[in-house]
């Protein structure tokens, strides 16, 4: 009589392989929630621009408009985290995050109102280049932020350091 085939016993997933499905989550919200903040910032911005506002106005403006209400569904649809916002761990932190992506998208959207200034261009047009130099540099800085407030901001350490606690380590000890 022969032996039954050996089988393979896999055990739980590793906490690696446990964590991609959530970051892929967590990205997936993080991009709906920027989409959001983008059509508010974009509602914002059209407006300024389309009444003869300058791109350093209305881009500084379209910015703050999004970055309040992708902060609130950041936090609470992405992350989890509920309760009132740490200043310190949470909202200091996130403000230095989209500060520097808001200082690219306005940056841009400023180089961009100049490059086009010389060019004496219609209204219209005008207003759909800088509308895109905006939404171009939305893009450009969505992951690097993303990576930032998963990994600093709103990370399993972050979140022990807010409750008092040493952060839970993966290394046998």
């Given at each position: 009589?022969?032996?039954?085939p050996?089988?393979?016993?896999t055990?739980?997933?590793?906490?690696?392989a446990?964590?991609?499905?959530?970051?892929?989550?967590?990205?997936f919200?993080?991009?709906?929630s920027s989409?959001?903040?983008?059509v508010?910032?974009?509602?914002?911005l059209?407006?300024?621009?389309?009444?003869?506002?300058?791109?350093?106005?209305?881009?500084?403006?379209?910015?703050v408009?999004g970055?309040v209400?992708?902060?609130?569904?950041t936090?609470?649809?992405?992350?989890?985290?509920?309760?009132k916002?740490?200043?310190k761990?949470?909202?200091a932190p996130y403000?230095?995050?989209?500060a520097?992506g808001?200082?690219?998208?306005?940056?841009?959207t400023?180089?961009?109102?100049?490059l086009?200034?010389?060019?004496a261009?219609?209204?219209?047009?005008r207003?759909?280049?800088l509308?895109?130099?905006?939404?171009?540099?939305?893009a450009m800085?969505?992951?690097?932020?993303f990576?930032?407030?998963?990994?600093?901001?709103f990370?399993r350490?972050?979140?022990?350091?807010?409750a008092?606690?040493?952060?839970a380590?993966?290394?046998?000890?």
């Amino acid at each position: 009589m022969s032996s039954p085939p050996a089988t393979v016993e896999t055990g739980s997933p590793s906490p690696a392989a446990e964590a991609r499905p959530r970051r892929f989550v967590r990205l997936f919200r993080a991009a709906t929630s920027s989409v959001v903040a983008t059509v508010i910032s974009q509602v914002a911005l059209l407006v300024i621009l389309s009444s003869g506002g300058s791109a350093v106005v209305a881009s500084a403006v379209a910015f703050v408009a999004g970055a309040v209400p992708n902060f609130l569904l950041t936090r609470s649809w992405v992350w989890g985290r509920q309760g009132k916002p740490r200043v310190k761990t949470e909202v200091a932190p996130y403000l230095v995050v989209i500060a520097l992506g808001g200082l690219a998208s306005v940056g841009l959207t400023t180089l961009t109102g100049h490059l086009l200034a010389p060019l004496a261009l219609p209204g219209l047009l005008r207003v759909v280049l800088l509308d895109g130099a905006y939404v171009a540099s939305y893009a450009m800085v969505f992951v690097f932020k993303f990576t930032l407030l998963d990994r600093v901001v709103f990370s399993r350490d972050a979140v022990a350091r807010d409750a008092g606690r040493t952060p839970a380590t993966t290394s046998p000890s």
